[in-house]
């Protein structure tokens, strides 16, 4: 059965580090783009930290960059984000993808998700 699982959320204070871990059953994570996601209560879904596919590039968008960071585990057939200086609106339930298609690392363009990991950033 293929799945994504992520682990690794919960509570923090304002300037904290956290790092999240999502591990793959029933393939290999290996060859595809990969990605972090992130969803706050009344937001749409947004993609925070993707691994493509094409040259094994990273991809930030500029309210996270120098303070996240994907990386692969191939032990673990999976993917961590490490996080740093952690901000009240980081807070949202945090879920890895995958694009076994595309490059890409579109919301709309993952095929397979994980249930999510709640992150929330408080003092």
């Known amino acids: 059965q293929v799945q994504l699982r992520e682990s690794g959320g919960g509570l923090v204070q304002p300037g904290d580090s956290l790092r999240l871990s999502c591990s793959a059953s029933g393939f290999s994570l290996e060859p595809y783009t990969v990605g972090w996601f992130r969803q706050a209560p009344q937001k749409r879904r947004e993609a925070v930290a993707c691994?493509?596919?094409?040259?094994?590039?990273?991809w930030y968008p500029d309210s996270v960059k120098g303070r996240f960071t994907i990386s692969r585990n191939a032990s673990l057939n999976g993917i961590h984000l490490s996080m740093i200086n952690l901000k009240p609106e980081d807070t949202a339930v945090y879920y890895c993808?995958?694009?076994?298609?595309?490059?890409?690392?579109?919301?709309?363009?993952?095929?397979?998700w994980g249930k999510g990991t709640l992150v929330t950033v408080s003092s």
């Open positions: 993808a995958t694009d076994r298609i595309t490059p890409e690392c579109r919301v709309d363009g993952m095929d397979y």
């Open positions: 691994i493509s596919s094409r040259d094994g590039s990273s």
